[in-house]
């Protein structure tokens, strides 16, 4: 059953990477081209004003090899970009599923289909948009190298907080709907998980390391798309997870009361 | 009078924790390497000497919303 489910799940994920991809092709790339163009711009400055002080000086100015580069542009942006794009889709498939199977009849009194979208909703929310609000999606020439260490722990930290929040949030739900109904249980379940992503936001170290005069046109495209991208997954896969799962679970009661005579 | 229906309740039921914890764990632990090598390796923590991986998931690993170099 849960293996049904897994492949279920990483088939859907696959779909949703091609989808995502096609997406970040079209919207996501230009953004990154952009950013590295000026990248390359703040570079070519830099050399620039030390080969101009050298010059001061009267010295030759040392000629800097360019550093190799280990993979070609094209190929990032595309082999590359499809290859961490669809690995990421298929995964998050296969854990959609896991958590599915752990959820299914246990968060309520809820079919497949709407298991599922909760699921989606929860996971967005918990995974990527409350983590991203915090630290959001840089593109390239953003961000100091010398911090990527604390940086990732940071944003992971974000998530496993956000998530665990979420998890919580949706216990305290199911404790509530006897007495307060559906809606309000709800609603008080939602507001607790605001609560504590905003303190714990609150409380982190904030990151700023975009560059002086970095576009902020650029920087708004990349992460629209970014955002843009997750949306794609998330509903992809919450629901089309959702629909197939319904469909094979009337078409499996449908055979039982056929065997049983009716 | 009507007659009585047959009302067949296939209420369908949550799966046993004890039959899915192991595909949760195993099958979870592969998944998050997957999504640990798009998104963090040759980054803050490396397992594979060099930088390929992240040159060559570059571009997907920044739009997916890790933090990248």
């Known amino acids: ?47 620039k004003a030390k080969a101009d002080e050298a010059m001061a000086k009267g010295m030759s100015m040392p000629k800097e090899d360019p550093e190799p580069e280990l993979v070609s542009r094209p190929v990032q942006a595309g082999i590359g970009l499809f290859t961490g794009v669809t690995v990421y889709n298929t995964a998050f498939g296969g854990l959609f599923a896991l958590a599915f199977a752990l959820t299914y009849r246990r968060m309520g009194d809820f079919g497949p289909r709407t298991t599922a979208a909760l699921l989606a909703i929860s996971g967005i ?16 020439s953003v961000g100091d190298p010398d911090t990527i260490s604390m940086r990732t722990g940071l944003y992971f930290a974000m998530i496993a907080i956000s998530l665990a929040a979420m998890i919580a949030a949706w216990m305290l739900r199911n404790r509530l709907v006897a007495r307060y109904g559906d809606w309000n249980a709800a609603l008080i379940a939602g507001a607790a998980y605001l609560v504590v992503v905003v303190i714990v936001a609150l409380a982190l170290p904030t990151v700023n390391e975009v560059p002086e005069g970095f576009p902020a046109v650029v920087l708004w495209q990349f992460r629209t798309a970014s955002m843009g991208a997750q949306i794609i997954m998330w509903a992809t896969i919450g629901l089309a997870f959702g629909a197939w799962t319904e469909r094979a679970e009337t078409s499996r009661s449908g055979l039982r009361l056929k065997a049983a005579g009716f | 009078m009507t007659s009585a229906t047959f009302a067949p309740t296939a209420e369908p039921i949550a799966i046993p924790i004890r039959e899915a914890l192991p595909w949760v764990v195993f099958a979870g632990l592969i998944l998050m390497l997957a999504i640990y090598f798009v998104g963090a390796e040759e980054g803050a923590t490396s397992l594979i000497k060099g930088m390929y991986v992240h040159e060559f998931v570059h571009d997907g690993r920044h739009l997916l919303g890790f933090p990248c170099h």
Do not use: H
């Open chain 1, 1 to 47: 059953m849960v293996g049904t489910l897994l492949i279920r799940g990483m088939l859907i994920g696959i779909v949703a990477g091609i989808l995502s991809f096609a997406f970040l092709k079209t919207v996501g790339e230009p953004a990154v081209d952009r950013a590295i163009a000026f990248e390359t711009q703040m570079d070519e400055a830099k050399d």
């Open chain 1, 125 to 140: 929310v918990a995974v990527y948009i409350a983590p991203n609000l915090k630290y959001p999606a840089n593109p390239p």
